[in-house]
């Protein structure tokens, strides 16, 4: 009887391991993670790629990220958030300003010499969004904040200074710096980022007015060989789940996802858009075709002169924008000093 009885525990045994390890299986979540970025980009690669090993590994494996990068759930830019809103995507990468009316607060960094680089940005929309400044945000969990590199001036033909800016034809990437643009004596062109290039090459484009990243991207550097560096504002984006989606979670899942967002999450792409950023205008300079120009600090104020009446009509556009722009000027004093 005992050999019997052996059999019969160790068949139990299984089936309760079995059972265990179904039941372990059921409670994996795999979130859909959508961006536009191609597969090959620095936040791919150096950011989402790495963060999906540390969320299956904190949650024990009961979190996986699939990721879909380079548009393969919706390649259209403006259509980021809606994915995740009709449940195509779980989590997207998400420009707010492609979403007029609902997120524009972020538009301050849009703002001309806020910013210097995506790491201030990405420090002062997370502190922004601390404070419950960021408003339009109901129903959804955001992961992260950041934003672009600073954008700057790229052309067929030298551009040296403010003057040559004057009646040129310029790509404008959002609504504050086409203001900035027209301040500046420039044409502003509203355009899809596919076209730019083609457009500069024919001419229907004079400059455009992008970050660094931008411009290598979609190889605006082989047709435009002339750059103007001065900080020209960025764009905002944001890593984006619905709120519901979150809270059903399992725990574990869910403490993984709140150890790895936030404001560090937001540094992380920072520091990857401003690596690549310098990378990206080193490479530009040292090829010895075109110009590269940087306009220093001490010359920056005529360029400040004509752009603050851009800053100063945004402050009084809507109410809270004047709130939201002092507490992200001092959280710039904050960062740095180091704080």
Known sequence: M???????CTALAAAALSFFAAATHAQTVTLKFATIDPAQGQNVTQVIVPLAKELSDASGGTLKLDIFAGGTLGRNPLQQLKLVLDGVADIAWVIPGYTPGRFDDTEVVELPFLITNA???AIGLSRLHAKGLIRGLEGLKVLAWSTTAVANFHGRSPIKSMADLRGKK?????SQAAKVLQALGAVPVQMGAP?????????????SLNDWSFVATFRLDEVAEHHLAVPMGALAFMVVMQQSKYDALPPKAKAALDRYSGEALGLRFANAID???NEYMGRSTKSGKGSMVVVPAAEQAAWRTVTDPVIVAWRKAKPGNEQVFQAFTEEMKKVRAGK
């Open 275 to 277: 690596i690549a950023a």
């Open 195 to 207: 076209q730019v290039a083609e457009s500069l090459a024919r001419g229907v484009l004079d400059l």
């Open 170 to 174: 310029t790509r404008a990437s959002s």
């Open 119 to 121: 790491r201030e940005g």
């Open 2 to 8: 005992k050999p019997t009885r052996n059999v019969l």
